[in-house]
Nanobody, 129 residues
Framework: VQLQASGGGLMQPGGSLTLSCAAS????????IGWFRQVPGKEREGVSC????????YYGDSMKGRFTISRDDSKNMVYLQMNRLTAEDSAVYYC???????????????????????WGEGTQVTVSS
């Protein structure tokens, strides 16, 4: 099971960015996926999580209405569309998953990063003018 996040970069406040999470070594369908972020000196934070069939999504409070998580199982990809970016969104963003046989509510998954089993390399997002 391998995940790779990409798409980060330097953005101006108010801008938009889409992150991608590429899954390899397994078929993505049925696996819950979460996006998390971390800044130096702070706890890793759940950003958004999606169910194995894409029918259930969870967003952290500060992301609601600005971020959208989606998945394309035909491409083994999960995306995070981020709009109206602020400096507080600057962080390294990671995608992660738990084994397909372990099903948790997306809200629980997103608020317990230590329970995530597989992590991809992160991608840096910097929001600055």
């Amino acid at each position: 099971v391998q995940l790779q996040a990409s798409g980060g970069g330097l953005m101006q406040p108010g801008g938009s960015l889409t992150l991608s999470c590429a899954a390899s070594g397994f078929t993505l369908y049925g696996w819950q996926i979460g996006w998390f972020r971390q800044v130096p000196g702070k706890e890793r934070e759940g950003v958004s999580c999606i169910s194995g069939d894409g029918g259930s999504k969870y967003y952290g409070d500060s992301m609601k209405g600005r971020f959208t998580i989606s998945r394309d199982d035909s491409k083994n990809m999960v995306y995070l569309q981020m709009n109206r970016l602020t400096a507080e969104d600057s962080a390294v963003y990671y995608c992660a998953t738990i084994p397909r046989t372990v099903i948790r509510p997306e809200s629980v998954m997103c608020n317990n990063h230590r329970a995530m089993r597989y992590w991809g390399e992160g991608t840096q997002v910097t929001v600055s003018s």
